[in-house]
């Protein structure tokens, strides 16, 4: 069983940056593809960027490609999201979760998932 904890939420101006991580806890983290997903207030929760177990392979949604990227460090245990040029749009929790089948953008296939942890950018 993997936990997952999110940290580096926060309050940010557009045009602003943040970094959050995504910390798991059990041995066997290094094996699981690694995504990130986000929840606007009144929406569905949507896939935001995923990255296989190795951190070979990258996915990321049309609407933060190019400005969003997802990184991991296995011996750390933890995953990032760098999230860059931030828009208003971008207010979210932010969730990531673990698949060990692969990377996908299919949110059902997660089998462990985060707390969330909230952005908010202010225009």
């Known amino acids: 069983q993997v936990q997952l904890v999110e940290s580096g939420g926060g309050l940010v101006q557009a045009g602003g940056s943040l970094r959050l991580s995504c910390a798991g806890s059990?041995?066997?983290?290094?094996?699981?593809?690694m995504g990130w997903f986000r929840q606007a207030p009144g929406k569905e929760r949507d896939f935001v960027a995923s990255?296989?177990?190795?951190?070979?392979?990258?996915y990321y949604a049309d609407s933060v490609k190019g400005r969003f990227t997802i990184s991991r460090d296995n011996a750390k245990n933890t995953v990032y999201l760098q999230m860059n040029s931030l828009k208003p749009e971008d207010t979210a929790v932010y969730y990531c979760?673990?698949?060990?089948?692969?990377?996908?953008?299919?949110?059902?296939?997660?089998?462990?998932w985060g707390q969330g942890t909230k952005v908010t950018v202010s225009s």
């Open positions: 979760a673990a698949d060990h089948r692969g990377a996908t953008m299919n949110q059902r296939l997660y089998d462990y």
């Open positions: 059990g041995r066997t983290f290094s094996v699981y593809a």
């Open positions: 990255i296989s177990s190795s951190g070979g392979l990258t």
